[in-house]
Structures are given as C-alpha cells and as structure tokens.
C-alpha cells in the first residue's frame, strides 16, 4: 500500500506544500483478503514533485515494492491531479496490478460541498439530500455522477454543482470503493493524512517557528526515521 497526501508548512517567508508519503506492506490472509502488516514507512519532502517521487521510488524500492514478489500496488490519494497522474509511471510495470483509491473521507466532503451548494442557508435540508449519497458511497462508488448530472440546480449553485461532476468522472475508477472493499483493500488515507501533521506539522508549524526549506527537512527526515523505526540504523552503535 503506497499512501501519499500534501501538508502546507511555512518556510522562507511563504506557505509552502510539503508531501507525505507512506509505505506499507499488504498480507494476503487468503484469496481476495488482504489487511496490513509491518511497520509503515513514512517519508516527507519539501521539494518539488519530481524529486519527491525520486524519494518516495526510493522508499518503495527498499521495501520490495519493485520486485517481481509484489503484484498489487494499491494507491491512497486525496484526489489531487499530481498524486494519481505521476504516480502511475512509478508504481506500474509487467506483471503488476495498480490500484488507485480516492481516501473515502475526501468523496464524503465533496458529497457535502454540493449539499451545502443546494441548500446554503437549509442545514436540515443539506444534510437530508447529503445522507443517502454518503450511506451509498461505500457499496455504490461512482453512483454520485449520475445523482449530480440528474440535478436542476439554481444559478447559484450551478458552478459547484457541474465542478463537482467534472470531478466525479474524472475520479470513477478511483471511487470503485466496492471494488476494493470486496477484497479487503484499503481505502482511507488517515495514516497518510496523520503523518503529514504528526511527522513534519507539529514540529514545524508550532507558533511562533520560522524555518527555512533546508531546516525543515532535515527535522522532517530525522522524524520520518524515528517513527519507521530506523533510529537505531541512523544513530551510532551506543550513542
């Protein structure tokens, strides 16, 4: 399971998005079954998106993601274009199955986007249209284009209403959430999400901090080490 999201950190006198990535290996229980196992491997880099995918290629790399034992990559995202776009040209290859998921939590907040757009000043009736599209998210994925295509929305929710389609077809594949589900894969990225705030945004984004790129990367690694469970390889036998 490779999970990735980004984090904002202030750094050099602007807001910055610095990118967390997981990497966790999947234990087939049986056929069609499959939980976590191990400890994840967490990264962060502040850098840009190509050489943040050199650094989360080489963080799959050491854990036999590459190799010809591991066939199905199941691919955590929160939607953003870059996640699932570059992502296919690392983790793909003869012989492999990708899977990619759209974290459940962000489909749910898109669901309430297009409520609170139909019903701005009607909480009751927001979450009245909102409640059976959430219930069906899991059994029913991609079902919620064809609910917004159905729509005759008012001018003012319009806009919201036809991005959110957009958004809808352009993620389908990704919102198979029974597809996923029926074989026991994965299809939150909280871990991910966590680790961008617990390995790099409560030591960084503490009030009052001022960082520079360099700085905050080098904290950021130091803690993506210590919670993978490397300190011990990083520090000096008996320091």
């Not at 793909?92 to 990619?100: A, C, F, R, S």
């Not at 309430?112 to 009736?125: F, K, N, T």
């Not at 958004?167 to 919102?175: K, L, N, S």
């Amino acid at each position: 399971m490779v999970a990735i999201d980004g984090a904002m950190v202030h750094t050099d006198g602007a807001w910055h998005e610095a990118k967390a990535g997981i990497c966790q290996a999947l234990r087939r229980i049986r056929a069609g079954t499959w939980d976590r196992t191990g400890t994840p491997d967490y990264c962060v880099g502040l850098e840009a998106r190509p050489a943040f995918w050199q650094r989360r290629s080489a963080q799959t790399a050491a854990q036999d993601v590459e190799s010809r034992r591991c066939d199905l990559v199941v691919l955590l995202g929160d939607g953003a274009p870059w996640i699932g776009d570059d992502a296919r040209g690392y983790f793909g290859g003869p012989g492999k199955q990708v899977v990619e998921s759209l974290d459940d939590d962000h489909a749910a907040e898109h669901v309430w986007a297009v409520a609170h757009a139909l019903y701005p000043d009607d909480a009751a009736a927001a979450a009245a249209w909102a409640g059976p599209h959430l219930a069906a998210l899991p059994d029913q994925g991609p079902s919620l284009q064809a609910a917004l295509a159905a729509l005759t929305p008012s001018d003012a929710a319009a806009a919201v209403v036809q991005w959110e389609g957009a958004d809808c077809a352009y993620h389908a594949g990704r919102r198979d959430y029974p597809a996923c589900r029926r074989p026991g894969l994965p299809v939150g990225s909280g871990t991910v999400e966590r680790a961008g705030k617990v390995v790099l945004k409560q030591r960084v984004s503490q009030g009052g901090m001022r960082w520079t790129a360099a700085g905050a990367q080098a904290f950021a690694t130091l803690r993506a080490w210590h919670r993978t469970g490397r300190w011990a390889a990083f520090l000096p036998a008996g320091r």
